[in-house]
């Protein structure tokens, strides 16, 4: 069965870190793209970074640019989402999604399967 763990949130001061991991299980990372994703309550989720593990591409949104780092470890079958400088608009769920294509891949509407969210709080 297609899985994908999402953890690692919790709650941390504005200007510290945080490192989500999302594992996956049922198939293997290297011919995937990932996507992370977030989502505050009374909104829609919304892009964060992507990664394609196929090509090597990842991309960011503006507002965590230069913050968040997205990066994989084939050998633990898991995607990382390394966050930097944490600003309580920052405050979300976060959850990963994957999909099987070989460059990143932006829209939400593309990706197959999804994590379960892990919540992300940061205070001022």
């Known amino acids: 069965e297609v899985q994908l763990q999402a953890s690692g949130g919790g709650l941390v001061q504005a200007g510290g870190s945080l490192r989500l991991s999302c594992a996956a299980s049922?198939?293997?990372?290297?011919?995937?793209?990932i996507g992370w994703f977030r989502q505050v309550p009374g909104k829609g989720r919304r892009g964060v970074s992507y990664?394609?593990?196929?090509?090597?591409?990842?991309a960011y949104v503006d507002s965590v640019k230069g913050r968040f780092t997205v990066f994989s470890d084939y050998a633990k079958n898991t995607v990382y989402l390394q966050m930097n400088s944490l600003k309580p608009d920052d405050t979300a769920v976060y959850y990963c999604a994957g999909t099987r294509w070989d460059t990143i891949v932006t829209s939400m509407d593309q990706y197959d399967f999804w994590g379960q969210g892990t919540l992300v709080t940061v205070s001022s």
């Open positions: 049922g198939f293997t990372l290297a011919n995937y793209a």
């Open positions: 990664i394609s593990n196929m090509d090597g591409r990842v």
